[in-house]
Each structure stands twice: as structure tokens, then as C-alpha cells.
């Protein structure tokens, strides 16, 4: 009893770090069910590894060997802790048609997608964060009716449509950009900017229509304020009202949007990359998961979702330190 006392009492002189221990704990949980649903969702792929990369004129029996190599032909919840303790190592496995290492295979090509995603955010954030807060402070106006009314339009396209407009009017018919973003081995995709211009500007226009109404409603919704509506009686600059008051409570919603927005970026990169042949993880992803390559397949999708939870929690952290309520109710 006493233990447990002073086990409580420590959460209550530290409940910001107690609210970190369960985050990361229901995290780690989420992860390995996610690791359940990402082993199970490649075995019921259709089709057979070792017949994929043997080829079609491969035998019955060269085919029920290389099973046996590749570990295929061991009942499904072995294969499945094998594969598991090895990814809780470090040890995603190898490619089966290279037999190269998975996390070389993810080496390779994640700083390019890395360096296509941070290209969208720096463009990305600061539009859509102005027009967002310049729609919520003219609301009902016409700038207010303009920026939504567009905003709203760009939800209803997805990636692919978005990406193959933009190479149908700006790559094929103004020939002014490049309609592929192919990039030669071991070649940085900053030696030639102008394809990037494209897959940056598809996932901008895909993923900036959200992040401009969300934050558009965060800073009507303190516009409108009891707080915001004191400072304007008591002759507060309209200017000082917006900078002090109403975007600084609109930070935490903010907060949430950036998070959705890295988040959408995982999934969006994967359709882009494809659309614009640009070899970065996501369209090595689907090549993989078209030559069934399954400890691909898993390693790079474990690898995306613990980045998703691990945005999670970063943001819902962010939040509770932004909001004073939250941080003491933890």
C-alpha cells in the first residue's frame, strides 16, 4: 500500500511525464497491433512469393524448395514471431528478389522522400497558415468566400487526379516542367530542382485546402471569443487582438493540423512518388508490394506507421504543454 501511495503521489508532482509514460505506452501497444495487421494483410496477398521471383518457368519442385528457403512453408504465427523479434532488433529482414537487407533497401530511398516532403512543408505551411488566418479574421467577406470556396474545391481532387492534371496542362501542353521526376542512382534530387516542382506542388494543393479551413476555424472560433470581444472594448488595436489573442489560442488546434498534415504526407507521398516515377520509399513501396516482395512490404510499412504514432504523440505532448487545463488534469 505504501508503494502504490507514493507511485501516485510522484504522478501528481509529475503528471506531464506520467502522460508521457502512457502515451508511449499505448504507442508501443498500437505498434504491435499494427505489426499483426501489416504480417496478416501480406499472407493473404494473392499469388506466391518464390513463384513470382522464379518466374513462371520454374518447377513445381524448384518452387516448393525455395519456399522452404525463404521460411514460407512454417506455419503462419511462427513465421510471424520470427519476423516480429527481428523487427523489435532492428532486423527488418531481406528483399527476397536481391536478398540485400530491407533497411538498406530503406536507406536508399528515404532521403529523397524526405527531402520531397520537408520541400512541401516549407512551401506549404506558411500558405496555408496565412490564407487560413487571413480567411478566419475577414469571415463572411469576400476574401472569407474566395479562399473557402477554393479551398473547397482542392478537397474533392485526390492525389492522382491532382498530379496527372498538373502534367497534362503544365508539363505536356506548356512544356514548361519536366512530366516525370526520374532520378538516376545515387544522384541527389537537389541537383535538379525543376523536378521537384510538380510532386511538391500536387501534394501542396492536395493537402493545404485542409490545413487552411482547419485553421480557419480555429481563429473564427476565438475571433468570437468572450476574451477577444473584453480586448476590443477596452481599445485594444484590432492588430494586437489578432496577434496576442486570438492566434496564440488558436495555436493548439494549429498544432493538430501541422501533426494531420506530416500524417497525410505519409499516405500522399506514396500516390505521388508513383504518379511522377520519383524514386523515393513510396513508389519502392508499391513496386514491392507488386513483385510481392513481403519482408519489403513489412519493413516499410512498419516503418510508416511508427512514424504516424510517433507524430501522435508528439502533438498530443505539444498540446497538453500549450494548454495550461490539460496539463494540470493529466
Request: aromatic share 6%; hydrophobic share 50%; charged share 15%.
Amino acid at each position: 500500500m505504501g508503494t502504490l501511495a507514493a507511485i501516485r503521489a510522484r504522478r501528481r508532482r509529475h503528471p506531464l511525464a506520467a502522460y508521457a509514460v502512457r502515451r508511449v505506452a499505448v504507442g508501443a501497444v498500437l505498434l504491435m497491433f499494427v505489426s499483426m495487421l501489416v504480417f496478416g494483410a501480406t499472407q493473404v496477398l494473392p499469388g506466391d512469393a518464390a513463384s513470382a521471383i522464379l518466374g513462371r518457368s520454374a518447377t513445381a519442385e524448384q518452387t516448393e524448395i525455395y519456399r522452404k528457403e525463404l521460411g514460407l512453408d512454417r506455419p503462419v504465427t511462427t513465421q510471424y514471431w520470427s519476423w516480429i523479434s527481428g523487427v523489435v532488433q532492428g532486423d527488418l529482414g531481406k528483399t527476397l528478389a536481391s536478398r540485400d537487407p530491407v533497411t538498406s533497401f530503406i536507406s536508399v530511398r528515404i532521403g529523397k522522400t524526405l527531402v520531397l516532403a520537408l520541400a512541401t512543408l516549407l512551401i506549404l505551411l506558411p500558405v496555408a497558415l496565412a490564407l487560413g488566418v487571413w480567411a478566419g479574421i475577414r469571415r463572411d467577406r469576400t476574401a472569407d468566400h474566395v479562399i473557402s470556396g477554393i479551398s473547397l474545391g482542392f478537397i474533392a481532387l485526390p492525389e492522382f487526379v491532382t498530379g496527372t492534371l498538373l502534367i497534362a496542362s503544365i508539363a505536356v501542353s506548356l512544356k514548361l516542367l519536366p512530366p516525370t521526376s526520374i532520378i538516376e542512382t545515387g544522384q541527389s534530387p537537389l541537383t535538379s530542382p525543376r523536378i521537384l516542382v510538380l510532386p511538391v506542388l500536387t501534394l501542396c494543393i492536395t493537402a493545404a485546402a485542409y490545413i487552411i479551413r482547419m485553421i480557419r476555424a480555429g481563429v473564427v472560433e476565438s475571433m468570437s471569443s468572450d476574451y477577444v470581444q473584453m480586448a476590443r472594448l477596452n481599445g485594444v488595436p484590432e492588430r494586437r487582438v489578432v496577434v496576442r489573442h486570438a492566434l496564440r489560442n488558436s495555436l493548439a488546434p494549429t498544432v493538430q493540423v501541422l501533426a494531420l498534415t506530416v500524417q497525410y504526407l505519409i499516405g500522399g507521398i506514396v500516390i505521388v512518388e508513383t504518379v511522377f516515377a520519383y524514386p523515393g520509399l513510396g513508389k519502392g513501396l508499391v513496386q514491392a508490394v507488386i513483385a510481392r516482395d513481403i519482408p519489403t512490404v513489412q519493413g516499410v510499412a512498419m516503418l510508416l506507421a511508427a512514424i504516424y504514432i510517433v507524430i501522435n504523440i508528439l502533438a498530443d505532448f505539444v498540446v497538453v504543454l500549450l494548454i495550461p487545463k490539460l496539463r494540470t488534469s493529466q
